[in-house]
């Protein structure tokens, strides 16, 4: 059974920077695609950043060019970097192993969530 636990999220200001780590344990995700995805309440989760063992890496339009996934040297750990944050990226995060299909790199989430980590961001 895997288990993802997020971590990093806070209270920061707009313009502010947060980076998040996943660890995973029960199996090595490595292998495997991996993303984060945000959920603000009373919504749908939704992708956010994806990165495969190449170190290829998917964002979606809003984040381009402010967050930045990584993987850690760590076997099982992923992060997310979160630069010039706006109150609209407000939201509990998670990360799960992917897979991305289709000629659009659909990203989709496979696996058990964690509980995440809140980020709340002040305008």
């Known amino acids: 059974q895997v288990q993802l636990v997020e971590s990093g999220g806070g209270l920061v200001q707009a313009g502010g920077s947060l980076r998040l780590s996943c660890a995973a344990s029960?199996?090595?995700?490595?292998?495997?695609?991996m993303g984060w995805f945000r959920q603000v309440a009373e919504k749908e989760r939704e992708f956010v950043a994806a990165i495969r063992p190449t170190g290829y890496t998917y964002y979606v339009d809003s984040v381009k060019g402010r967050f930045t996934i990584s993987r850690g040297n760590a076997k099982n750990t992923m992060y997310l970097q979160m630069n010039s944050l706006k109150p609209e990226d407000a939201a509990v995060y998670y990360c799960?192993?992917?897979?991305?299909?289709?000629?659009?790199?659909?990203?989709?989430?496979?696996?058990?969530w964690g509980q995440g980590t809140m980020v709340t961001v002040s305008s």
């Open positions: 799960n192993s992917v897979i991305i299909i289709g000629d659009e790199n659909t990203v989709l989430p496979f696996g058990s």
């Open positions: 029960g199996r090595a995700f490595s292998t495997n695609p």
